[in-house]
């Protein structure tokens, strides 16, 4: 099926819309519009990508919902602060960032929510809605966009805060079953809920949270179902994105993992959900599970990653990694890492990536879960190795695939 | 073509014979044999190699050139000290070691060669010869060491200290002029002598040193010609496996990578012999070169690597790595590592590897450079890719064409 | 005061007699005693503390109390296999060890103790006994151990595991209010217990733990009033350590940390102890209180120390810090430091140290806390600075003070 | 004597203007004075110094001499960018860094300095000149500058790249062999002419380069025959500091080093300077020598520094240290760190405070070398122990002692 470039602006609506990420990824964009910026970690400005009709900066509409009520302005000048976002970059956006700002509603507020002292009593509201109540007004939300913008479409993208970890319940397991509990009104995961909204109004979706959102069988069924594409779940930024790629070379080498520990510190809003421990155990596992499937489940196998709040690093992620190993004879050795990156700066390009690689495969008539996307997850939906050479290659076999079609 | 299991043991001869990693190889054999150790490190014992018939620990019969006097038992006992080797392991299997010191004859001492108080002066002797003298003696202590033993054939491995570094000669660019050149009597680098050697004499030949040895252009032809089975050039051991498993992430991720610096502390012999400038230049060359071809050999990348020696350490070496580098919005980032190794460790599997796999090339008729083991090496002599994980999957491939085909 | 040089042995009980530190200890005394082994970590055996008639290696004998029914040899055998007591050393003191393990009892069990498959039954038994009652039999066995080795004097070191954190209680307030509590039969930790026997009986102290001990004021006093010397609390080995003699540092040059965050993996009993919660508390609140009192204790200070169980590192801790500090005009730097060593080698020569000075100490007349020796411990119990290089200098003024009496 | 409080301003001239220290010392001043900055990382702001009526940041009036002709809004800028100075400041601040600008002179080029593409010629004109008439030149400048500004006195500070190592001369010993060769003609290290000058016109000096300056024995009799109060050499300000504040512990742990290796990358006009061996065996030699006296001269430790040149690190000094230590039973232990600072943010400071501190001590009577500065250096000019701690000590009693007799 041939693609056609787009004719008429993309939306994209952000769920967290004042969080760090969505700063960093729209004055990203209005940065590359303008010229003032480098696409230094976009992946789909890259060979072989850039050959395909993905969505160009210049069509991308920003809206987004929120909970909180602090100003687009004041996660603006942290990042500034930080020496994230670039002073003269921020200042040169603010017009197109007041846009943004302007198109931003208050999002669903979870009970189990944590770390607000500035919460939207407007999204406390909303959160005590019915599920079916909560559905209907967050697709108005996007219903008033899409018309307001005159756009072609819009990929809902979820950059919201960690939710508490939930038990999966039975009526997740199918679609039936979920939207009986729907119907029956019983309270749902934030995340969840946006899932629903989006795929069940045929707007892709793109999960780059550890929250459940479209992960759950019955939205999986949905999406299938509605021909939706969407992508997920827990972007691989960067100590998973290092171990992902570096732990097969350990297998390879037949060398012996005895214990892959990593330690976390991190200062800003994301290090605060994550010093609860509710919403600290939804993460963990991810970053667990990837490296006991590339290294071997082997009992004498350790793993394990340790989380806390420094409030000084800001955006500033370090994580240290220590691997311990036994290679011939018995002999052991460590690896130790130590990575320092700016968590947002490092998402942000990869979510640009994933918005328009769903709006293609969408515009492509390839609905449901996108298995090329895997590279960019620390748990991908659809499954599949978590060896990041070989989802890469993936991704690049999947675009070549497409451009030999079109 | 379908390869028959051994029937009679395999000599290998090791150049350097009682170096740390000529003792760790012996003796980790000894130890496989006697099922005092297992095989972590070994790759071709793993999946899908030991479907292949490949030579045994059992098949295994050494000797070796060395230009040092100091007994094997010394090293042994460094090893020991250490804990490197298991004193356990070294005292069950003396016997077989002194077999092997008994195998063990004066190598060819290089004019340039440094670090030695303690050199055999027959190897001085040796290296005051003529080169034809030299092949002649070299092929001659073979031709005993196969009669004596037995052997259905052996493989000359290159495990010496690393050579000073050298101009590339205009004679060594065909064969025709360099066997002109051995003719008339102007000394050769010792790597480059015992490769002509094997190669003109039918054995197989692994040079995991960053010597010359077979990766002129004239030794090349020789191969071919011959149909002699060889592989080099550099084990890829520690800091540039991690190099190389590491390197294509940041290309996959569009991440931009302004310095890749590394720093290497070592105390064994190797440590010693890399103090002197000219030694480690040819050393640097091949871990710099990787390292620019997989990031692109931009202006404003900067690579390198200081070396120095540390005697405490020992065999266990030191390694650390800053990457600098750049995300999107300009954002500056760094990775740290800290490898902590026994090199001699390291690099014995994978020497036991290479003489099984160019064993098993040689018995299945597949001559010249083997293309299959550049995973194994620095510096490939003939070529490809840097990339490890595309390195590691093409042995994987030809393990399984030889095994669909046998 | 002139103190005379031992005419009779001194008797060393170690509280955790088959623990890793007293193994350590007592082997490495074994060693010495042999001319086997240096002097190295040993602070006594330098200038100036060499000079004072101190117990030398010949004078000790060890006795213990332990809880558990595993074989010293079982710990010996950990101990070597992790590398950090040399197998030679270990085979040549085989007889001293058995006089030492013949010299061991069964300690009191706490109700609250964890980690424990193998906890001597008899330990449980004496659990559960009365505290007057568990006191009577701890100096029963001290009486029959002096009288048995016809030993000049004693002294008792607590090398127990890391008791549950337990709330300061009134009655430990004062030496009446505790004896009245002891007498109205309240159970009391076993810290607390051997505090009291030792003290009460006579006997000088060392409490190398973070447990209570004789850090309660009613022990205080009761040291003060018998005249008794004794020295504690939570030896001092790596990183807490590393930490003061560090931090000192940064308010010397006005720098501003902002935090100092640590982490420590270990793999041995320690480490299984602390990954309980509550028994971490008591070991993380002497580590961050140092720190704090270094760099003042201001909101802007981050300090935290993350501890995770990592069995393969067995006896070798390492510690990761990262300090995060400011400069002129705000410049925003760091210093990341990795500490990897043997926490029991490190451990066992301070306690060595301890036992000599508290020994002297009380020949000499200087009952009660010994003040002079804070810069063994976390949390010293009579207080002062934590600056290490202001604590050892004190250490080094008590030892010309006594050398210039004597 | 009592020292009153400074009626009229101070002149600091900055040899090396431009430079990233001297930039970061003038705009930093010029902060301290608006307000815009705290005093972090200035040691004289605290107690006991900022008791004593030492020049504050008002009576301060910037000038220098420079060999290069960049501009320095070129050197403001390149600070800025690097995220060391606040880009708000340095606009805030952008009068008086013109003032500053218009009172730099050319300073003298030295036949051996390297690194200039930039150089100005005036200052190749000067240096070939003969040394009586460079010396007449600067003091000319300094002349001028003084009356010029109505200033009560001024500081010399050497902040210059770092000298080629020369030999030391024979000349050099005594202050009358010295006058005779600069009679006689004979060309001089630039650092040791401007240091001449300084104290034949009684003009106090801080040398904080690790240049010779007036550290040869015939400008330290000047120094005392003249009674100028002056300060050197090679400012402590990042890893030398860490290792004399952290040997000591060692030593006062008895633990045993067996090897403190180095490894600094830096990208700055500094790091470019010491990529040329004869520059870079100047600072080594400092930085070798502290850690030689604090852990003793064993032929079994084991130092060195490596120093390579990163460029995209700008003024972002990585320094890498391994320390490689024995503890008790012969345990190997290891301390890693790594320290990422901005050399010329933590220089600054304490230029400031040195200016200060020789300023005070002139009028306090107190020339020649000023023995309480040592805690500033890496090689102090009247040497003393090395043991950060003592070092700063013996600064504190120093204040003190004025402070009672003030």
Chains 1, 2, 3, 4 share one sequence.
């Not at 909180?68 to 603006?76: I, P």
């Not at 943004?100 to 189990?112: E, H, K, N, V």
């Not at 108005?140 to 950059?159: H, I, P, R, T, Y």
């Not at 769903?358 to 590279?375: I, K, N």
Request: one cysteine or more.
């Amino acid at each position: 099926m041939t693609v056609s470039p787009r004719s008429a602006p993309l939306g994209v609506w952000l769920i967290g819309a004042r969080g760090a990420i969505s700063t960093c990824l729209a004055y990203g964009v209005f940065g590359l519009r303008r010229g003032l910026l480098g696409a230094t970690g976009v992946v789909t400005d890259g060979e072989p990508f850039c050959e395909l009709p993905l969505a160009s900066e210049d069509d991308l509409v920003f809206g987004g919902h929120e909970v909180s009520t602090r100003d687009l302005s004041a996660s603006v000048g942290e990042l500034v602060q930080a020496g994230v976002l670039p002073g003269d970059l921020a200042q040169a956006c603010a017009e197109e960032g007041d846009l943004f700002s302007a198109a931003t509603r208050p999002g669903i507020l979870d009970a189990a929510e944590v770390g607000g002292q500035d919460l939207d009593p407007r999204s406390a509201e909303l959160g005590a809605l019915l599920p079916r109540e909560q559905i209907a007004r967050v697709i108005a939300d996007w219903d008033s966009f899409e018309a307001e913008n005159k756009l072609d479409g819009m990929v809902v993208v979820d950059l919201s805060s960690t939710e508490a970890q939930q038990e999966a319940r039975p009526a997740w397991q199918s679609l039936a079953a979920f939207e009986e509990e729907l119907d029956s009104g019983r309270s749902q995961p934030a995340s969840v809920l946006y899932a629903y909204a989006a795929l069940s109004s045929g707007r892709p979706l793109v999960n780059f949270t550890p929250n459940r959102s479209a992960s759950i069988p019955a939205l999986m069924e949905l999406a299938e179902k509605k021909g939706v594409a969407h992508a997920g779940r827990d972007g691989k930024t960067g100590e998973t994105l290092l171990k992902t790629a570096l732990a097969p070379m350990f297998t390879h080498r037949a060398l012996k993992v005895h214990a892959w520990q990593g330690y976390n510190m991190l200062g800003n809003r994301d290090g605060a959900v994550l010093s609860d421990s509710a919403h600290r155990a939804t993460k963990i596992e991810n970053k667990d599970r990837a490296l006991r499937e590339l290294l071997g489940d082997g009992d004498e196998l350790h793993t394990g990653v340790g989380i806390d709040y420094v409030p000084s690093l800001g955006d500033w992620k370090t994580a240290m990694d220590l691997v311990h190993f036994e290679g011939f004879l018995g002999a052991r050795m460590t690896l130790q890492m130590t990575w320092t990156g700016s968590d947002s700066a490092l998402a942000a390009p990869l979510v640009l990536d994933l918005i328009r690689l769903v709006d293609f495969a969408q515009r492509a008539g390839e609905g449901g879960s996108l298995r090329a996307t895997a590279c960019f997850f620390k748990a991908p939906v659809s499954g599949g190795s978590h060896d990041f050479h070989q989802q890469h290659a993936k991704l690049v076999h999947w675009a070549e695939k497409h451009l030999a079609e079109g």
